[in-house]
């Protein structure tokens, strides 16, 4: 199991940072970006398909895993989505039972093609993270740009 690092702080954390005194900065490519203390435009969207994208990173996890395996796996993917990816907990056991479900809804002739075709779908699985991540580069750019276009007028 490949561990993802993201480092995204919730809009709630960002106005409890700012209220008292410690506002969020972020670097991105060298460039450093004060992050605003309300939500981003775009920003629940993302994170809305970063939790879809995990659960279907777990099933390809799932499908790489030998099925009397998956106990052992369910705590320890949920406690590297807690600590490495830096989900709420309440977010990484959905992302963990979502996955299962999906798994559990497959056929027998389903559940086979997809531990099959695992190499695949985890290459799928994989160039879909990267075009969540670039997403997230362009929330955080375009915050930036306007910060700097509302200090300028």
Request: hydrophobic residues 40%.
């Amino acid at each position: 199991m490949e561990i993802v690092h993201v480092h995204y702080v919730p809009a709630t954390t960002r106005a409890a940072l700012t209220r008292i005194g410690a506002p969020v900065t972020v670097e991105l490519e060298g460039e450093k970006i004060d992050l605003p203390a309300q939500v981003l435009p775009g920003e629940v969207e993302w994170r809305a398909d970063l939790l879809k994208w995990l659960v279907r990173k777990c099933v390809s996890d799932y499908a790489e895993t030998h099925i009397q395996q998956w106990d052992d796996l369910d705590e320890k993917m949920e406690l590297q989505l807690i600590v490495h990816t830096g989900l709420h907990p309440l977010e990484a056991r959905t992302v963990v039972q979502e996955a299962q479900a999906l798994l559990n809804g497959l056929a027998a002739d389903e559940y086979a093609s997809l531990t099959n075709g695992s190499p695949f779908f985890k290459g799928q699985v994989l160039a879909e993270w990267d075009g969540l991540k670039a997403r997230y580069a362009h929330i955080l750019r375009s915050s930036a740009e306007s910060s700097r276009n509302g200090a300028a007028t």
